[in-house]
Each structure stands twice: as structure tokens, then as C-alpha cells.
């Protein structure tokens, strides 16, 4: 089966706001073993919705569309599914009483406008909206669907996950496809994209014939970069083999070419892979931080239960504060030796077992003498006191959120060193 997105909104065109759900889409498609060939943006023209939703079922057996369904002059995604339809739009008095008691609960009465969203074309389905207003539309269009959801993200991933993908799927089974699909999401930090793919470029020589298992690398800015592989089998069984015997080739191909980069599997983030650490080692933590301003106990408390191994931060910024708080010798505060005190000072003010800490330039202007992206990270276990030096690149933005990262990680194999 093969899927194609279409974004409706003249905002996504001007360039106003960036399309996080095609992109989301996109990847959840891909996880499920699902074909995504084209992706369209379309801007509020009715006409132009039509070519669109036209062209997509033209070459796609299903069609997801975001956006256009709200309650203002500008959404008339409903009135060019309509027309692709060739069918009338129908009020649903039950969607209207639904919206009704939304705007009731909030102490608010339903404006006139909001009537649009009850506006279904015939033969369409609902996907009951539980988030918002606008309920999701299952359109039949010949043999094949488009399927429209809100453009408000968090409505648009409920409606995917809970309607359309069990939809999809079933369609899927329907046309004869029996296989189970499954997937591995290998989270990094400390390689590029390019070298990766060029780490495990012999899977993908050996996989290019087969089909059933693919590899494929998702650069996540902050995150790292990803590295997915699915699989696709008779039964769940067989697709569970194929992809375990997979990760354990590209974990090695990985491991071989760059040491211990996988941080975390699936949704695991860089603080979930802290906070396992602490608690099998009952350690606690605590940061000082001059160049990441909080960033990095701001991911920590992210964490359910932070409260059992993270004792606190220190956002050090001016460096008065690492001379009287923390105990760094007065000087140049952007150096290893400055990292180091930071950390022991941090470990000593927080009464924690660990502490870790960060310092450097975020730019533009260089500091100590040191150009932007310079950073020094200090973690302090016991009587052990150690440095790491980094060079990072990017805008003020981006080297504070690499700093926030590369510091955490630093510690994850500080951490895994003891064992």
C-alpha cells in the first residue's frame, strides 16, 4: 500500500510554521512498514485542494490530509474532499451537541463558526475528535481513502494512532498482505549521519535484495541520530527473529567503528539513560552549569522520579558565583581545570555522590580567549575528578543544547566505567 501526505495551509507555504506532521507521519508510516512516496503542501485555495487531493489518489492508494478542518473561512478541506467525493456536505447534529458541550465545559458559548466542523461529506466516517473540536473524516474515494485530521499536532497524532493506522493495516491485510512488521530504533550521539551509513553500508548491500528487513537514519538535531531498522515477517514470531539478528549486526558494524555511541532503544532519551544508571548504582547527582544556563537538570527532572538521584543544579553564570559557591580558583573560568572545580564544588555544596558540570563559550564572542563552541565538562565520582574537552559547532542555540547533551553522555560512560 502506498500513502501519500498532503499539508493543507497557506502558513506551511510562507514558511510561518514549520510541517512537524508530515514529518511525524512520515515516520510512523516508515516504523509500520508502509510506503510513503510524495508528500504535498497545499496552501487555503479550493481549487488547488482538489488538484492536490486528485493528484495524490492518482498515484496512492490512501491519502492523509492535515489541516483545513477548523472553524474559519480559510479551512475548506471539507468542501474540496466533497467535490473529490462528488458528494454533498450533511450536517451531523451529534458532532454539533458534541463541540457544543466542549465550549459548555469550558465555560464558553459555541460560536456559529464551529457549525462548519458538524459539516460531513456524505458517506464519509468520523473519527471521533477527543482533544478539540474537529472530528477526523475516513473518506472512501472509489477503492481507495483519504483520510483528514486536524493540523493541531497532538490532535493529529490521536487520531492517527487510535483510527488510521488500525485502519491502514487492516486494509493492508484485506488486499493480501499477511506479514508482521516491527521495528528498532537505535538512539546515538557522537557520529554523523554520512559515517554511520558508511559504518553499516555492507547490511545495506546484503539486505537490497531481500526486502524484508531495512535500515534507515533519522538525523535528530539535539538528539542525535537514529537508526532504524524494520522488519517484515510470516508471523510476529519470525519477524521478532529477523530483527533481533539484525541489531546485533549493526550494533556490532556500530560498536566496531565508533565504541559505545548507542545510548538508548526506541524512545529511550539521553536522561532516561542517566537516571538506569544512578539508580542500579544508588548514586545521586548534582550540576553545576555555566554555558547550558539549566538546560541540563531541566532534562533531568524531564524524568518521573527524579527526586530519588537528582539532588539539584547550580546554574553558575556569573563567575563570581564559581569562585564564592563553588570553590573554582579565581581566573580564567572557560578551562578543564575550571570544569573540574565546578564539579567537586557542585558535589560538595548538593551533598551528592556524583557531580557534573559544564562550562564554555556559546558565542558569538569568543571568552578566556576561547573561541565559540568551546566547552569544557567536569564530573567528579568519589575521589576520581575528571575533564572532557569539546569543539561544537552551531549557532548560541545549538551549542548550549549540544553542550546540554555531550555532558550527559559524558557521563553515561563515566558511569558505565564503574561497572
Known amino acids: 500500500m502506498r500513502v501519500e501526505i498532503v499539508a493543507v495551509g497557506t502558513e506551511l507555504l510562507l514558511g510561518q510554521i514549520p510541517d512537524t506532521n508530515s514529518q511525524w507521519l512520515g515516520e510512523q508510516l516508515a516504523a509500520n512498514g508502509i510506503a510513503s512516496h510524495f508528500h504535498q503542501h497545499v496552501g487555503d485555495n479550493h481549487e488547488r485542494i482538489v488538484l492536490a487531493f486528485r493528484t495524490a489518489l492518482a498515484r496512492s492508494d490512501a491519502v492523509i490530509v492535515c489541516g483545513g478542518l477548523g472553524p474559519t473561512q480559510d479551512d475548506i478541506t471539507r468542501a474540496a474532499l466533497a467535490e473529490v467525493m462528488n458528494a454533498p456536505l450533511e450536517r451531523h447534529e451529534d458532532i454539533v451537541e458534541s463541540i457544543r458541550k466542549m465550549f459548555d465545559s469550558r465555560g464558553r458559548t459555541m460560536p456559529d463558526n464551529n457549525l462548519f466542523q458538524a459539516d460531513v461529506p456524505r458517506g464519509a466516517s468520523i473519527i471521533v475528535q477527543t482533544r478539540g473540536t474537529a472530528p477526523g473524516l475516513i473518506c472512501p474515494v472509489g477503492l481507495k481513502v483519504v483520510y483528514a485530521v486536524p493540523g493541531v499536532p497532538y490532535e493529529m497524532t490521536d487520531m492517527f494512532e487510535r483510527a488510521i493506522l488500525p485502519d491502514l493495516l487492516a486494509r493492508e ?33 546484503a539486505l537490497s535484495d531481500d526486502g524484508r528487513v531495512t535500515i534507515a537514519f533519522l538525523a ?70 555555566s554555558v547550558t544556563g539549566g538546560l541540563i537538570a531541566s532534562r533531568l527532572v524531564n524524568i518521573a522520579g527524579a ?55 556559546a558565542g558569538p ?54 561497572g
Do not use: C
Open 173 to 205: 491485510r484485506a488486499g493480501g498482505t499477511t506479514s508482521v512488521i516491527t521495528s528498532r530504533v537505535l538512539r546515538t550521539w557522537g557520529a554523523s549521519e554520512s559515517a554511520l551509513a558508511e559504518a553499516v553500508g555492507e547490511r545495506f548491500e
Open 220 to 289: 535528530s538535531g539535539i538528539e542525535g541520530i537514529k537508526v532504524r531498522i524494520t522488519a517484515r515477517g510470516d508471523d510476529a514470531e519470525h519477524a521478532r527473529s529477523l530483527l533481533e539478528n539484525e541489531e546485533l549486526l549493526v550494533r556490532r558494524l556500530i560498536s566496531e567503528r565508533f565504541g559505545d555511541i548507542i545510548f538508548g532503544v526506541d524512545e529511550e532519551t539521553m536522561e532516561d539513560a542517566i537516571a538506569s544508571r544512578l539508580l542500579e548504582r544508588g548514586l545521586t547527582l548534582g550540576v553545576a552549569e
Open 307 to 361: 527526586s530519588k538521584w537528582f539532588r539539584g543544579g547550580v546554574v553558575s553564570y556569573a563567575s563570581e558565583v564559581k569562585f564564592d559557591l563553588l570553590g573554582v580558583a579565581p581566573g580564567p573560568v572557560v578551562s578543564g581545570d575550571a570544569a573540574k572545580a565546578m564539579a567537586t564544588g557542585v558535589r560538595r555544596v548538593l551533598g551528592s555522590d556524583i557531580g557534573l558540570s559544564v562550562t564554555g563559550v
Open 365 to 418: 564572542e569568543e571568552q578566556d580567549g576561547q573561541p565559540a563552541g568551546t566547552v569544557f565538562v567536569g564530573i567528579a565520582i568519589g575521589d576520581d575528578v575528571e575533564e572532557v574537552a569539546l569543539r561544537l559547532p552551531g549557532d548560541r542555540p545549538r551549542i548550549r543544547s549540544y553542550s546540554a547533551i555531550s555532558a550527559l553522555d559524558a557521563l553515561r560512560r563515566a558511569l558505565d566505567r564503574l
